[in-house]
């Protein structure tokens, strides 16, 4: 039985997100499946249980692959134990917690904008591990046009001088010991999983890995 790709947006965004890339490897021949999830809503918890039922219900024990987008990464960890997962992708993941989501949960309008799952995206404490084989792509852009936030950690100076990211996350914090191989790729948070090497680079790994 072939895997479904299973498509897993950040936070504040739809599954509309990941258009560009659902396209491509549906174009590719691969069956793929996402939602949009209650990102700014719910915890860590709540929303992976709202997800993994779901896909109880639309696709049952078939086998998964994950592909990831930031916070869809920890939401991820969240279900590794619930489905049977066969690898993921994750596109820049705050894997060791985000120091962009400490600085904004002390934020009051931030923190009521973005919700409770912001808080926890600052701590990886006890989040379980990520699914194997597994492949994280990291953005080294930096400074960006297209993701507004970048201008905003930029002037809070979020991230030391020198140090790689793409705007909200450091190379450094998507990566962890249960990681199993980095890319990094120049592009911005926001647009990372519509940047063409990216999707690229998640088609072969499918393609080696389903």
Known sequence: MSSVIVLLHGLGRTHRSMGSLRRRLEAEGHETWSMTYPSRRGTMSSISDRISERIDRDLGDRPLIAVTHSMGGIILRHLAKRHDWQGSVLLAPPNSGSKAARWASRTPLLRWFFGPALGQLADPEAWPSLPSPNLVIAGTRGLSWSSPPSWCFALARIFNSGEAHDGTVSVTETTYQDVDELRQV???????????????LVVDWIERNA
Do not use: D, F, L, P
């Open 186 to 200: 120049h592009a911005g948070h926001s647009t990372i999983m519509s940047n063409q090497e990216v999707i690229q």
